[in-house]
């Protein structure tokens, strides 16, 4: 089975900081990685994947996420927030070869102030 | 083109009522996903639909929990006899088949409020 651990719940910054939201998951055999992002009373968009290949992945809106099979991480970061990047992001994963189904965390909710 | 739609988006029922909650996935994806995302649990899996094959009910949380696709496109999630522990929120997630793995696309959900 797979468990994914996003390690902050809420998370405030100012705007034009960087900001970094961790992942950290635990499954038995390889895994594909994601991270949604849900604005207010909106549906789960895709903001970037990591099934193979280069370890960092960049996403929309700036944002990228690095792969670290040792430490089965996988951070969220992005250089300078933005008024709308305000939203609740999910960690989530697949396993290689299973069942489709994505298994999240909790989710961490951004807030970005002025 | 037309994303996945979910209706109502809203419904409040009085507990112990059957509630039906709807799906249009995004024509031409065979692949059909059901999720719960309550206040305590997080977002968690319910049942997964994939063309003419027996679905996935692992995630069912109880007996009260039902779904059906009917076609192959449209799906209906019932929960019978409802108890304030299943007001959540219910997403519903589409994909086109194959592997290694292709996007879900998810609907705005359904809020389900049971008094």
């Known amino acids: 089975a797979q468990s994914v651990t996003q390690l902050d719940s809420q998370v405030p910054v100012f705007e034009e900081a960087p900001v970094e939201l961790r992942c950290n998951y635990s499954?038995?055999?390889?895994?594909?990685l994601f991270w949604y992002v849900q604005y207010p009373n909106q549906g789960l968009q895709l903001l970037l994947k990591y099934l193979s290949g280069s370890t960092l992945v960049k996403g929309i809106n700036g944002f990228e996420a690095e792969f670290n099979k040792s430490q089965t991480s996988f951070h969220l970061r992005k250089p300078s927030v933005h008024i709308s990047d305000t939203a609740e992001y999910f960690c989530a994963v697949i396993p290689k070869g299973g069942s489709e189904k994505l298994v999240f965390g909790k989710g961490t909710k951004l807030t970005v102030n002025p | 083109g037309a994303g996945v739609s979910q209706s109502p988006s809203n419904k409040v029922t009085e507990k112990g009522k059957d509630v039906e909650l709807r799906c249009d996935p995004i024509s031409g994806h065979t692949a059909l996903y059901w999720y719960r995302q309550s206040l305590g649990q997080g977002l968690e899996f319910l049942i997964y639909f994939q063309g003419n094959s027996a679905p996935d009910k692992s995630g069912l949380p109880s007996d009260r929990f039902s779904a059906e696709r009917t076609g192959g496109s449209v799906s209906t999630l019932t929960i019978q006899r409802t108890q304030q522990e299943d007001s959540a929120v219910y997403l519903c997630?589409?994909?086109?088949?194959?592997?290694?793995?292709?996007?879900?696309?998810f609907g705005p959900g359904t809020r389900l409020t049971v008094l």
């Open positions: 997630a589409s994909s086109l088949p194959g592997r290694p793995y292709n996007e879900q696309f």
């Open positions: 499954s038995s055999v390889s895994v594909y």
